[in-house]
């Protein structure tokens, strides 16, 4: 067997045996963070989801990947808790609720603190969630870029906006490729 074909095979098992990331779910209370956790895992809308109370610890299976999410309420005095599950990620989603244009300074604000200005953030990739694209009004990934000002906070990062809905389930599986793409290829570089 020739030198490629072991070390191809050596890596798909290590890549197998790596499939595993702990990922936050980030975002304010109601932007949809637990309906679309729970989409990912059953494939289909869940209706009568209680608002989430401290945090609620999940896993999603995407394309074999475990990846653990961290849903944290974003209600004001539950933040704090924010700060025990930076370390460690792998990867950090956040969830805007794009219909909701009166909250979305406040969705800006924390971004800017959690997200953007975070230490334990800054090398992981970042996959901002338009959510609520079936709702009318909702604001598009281009519109969000300008208004929430990633073109220029984020422009070291590595990050991508994805439209999507957690209610039709439109653009989340092509917005959990990028994210999957992005950990496969950050554990290629590792392994380097
Ligand atoms: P959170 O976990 O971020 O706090 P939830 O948010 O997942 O609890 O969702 C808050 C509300 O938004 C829920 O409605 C949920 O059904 C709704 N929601 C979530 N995602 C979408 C979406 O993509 N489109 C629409 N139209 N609604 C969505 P209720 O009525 O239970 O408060
Ligand atoms: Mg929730």
């Not at 401290?54 to 933040?79: K, L, S, Y």
């Not at 073109?151 to 990062?157: F, G, I, T, V, Y």
């Not at 994805?162 to 590792?190: H, P, Y």
Request: charged content about 20%.
């Amino acid at each position: 067997m020739s030198f490629m074909s072991n070390f191809s095979r050596w890596l798909m098992k290590k890549l197998k045996s790596e499939k595993r990331a702990k990922i936050l779910i980030l975002g304010l209370d109601s932007a949809g963070k637990t309906t679309l956790t729970k989409f990912v895992n059953t494939g289909g809308f869940i209706e009568g989801i209680t608002p989430t109370i401290g945090q609620n610890i999940d896993t999603i299976n995407f394309e074999g990947w475990d990846i653990t999410t961290v849903d944290v309420a974003g209600q004001e005095q539950f933040r704090f808790l924010w700060d025990i599950h930076y370390p460690g990620s792998s990867a950090v989603i956040f969830v805007i609720d794009s219909a909701d244009i009166e909250r979305l300074p406040e969705a800006r604000d924390i971004m800017r603190v959690h997200l953007i200005n975070n230490p334990h953030l800054e090398k992981v990739p970042a996959l901002i969630l338009a959510n609520k694209q079936d709702l009318p009004g909702a604001i598009q990934a281009p519109m969000l870029i300008q208004l929430l000002n990633l073109h220029l906070d984020m422009k070291e990062r590595t990050f991508a906006v994805f439209d999507c809905s957690a209610l039709t389930g439109i653009g989340v599986v092509q917005a959990f490729t990028w994210l999957v793409n992005q950990l496969s290829m950050d554990k290629l570089e590792q392994m380097a």
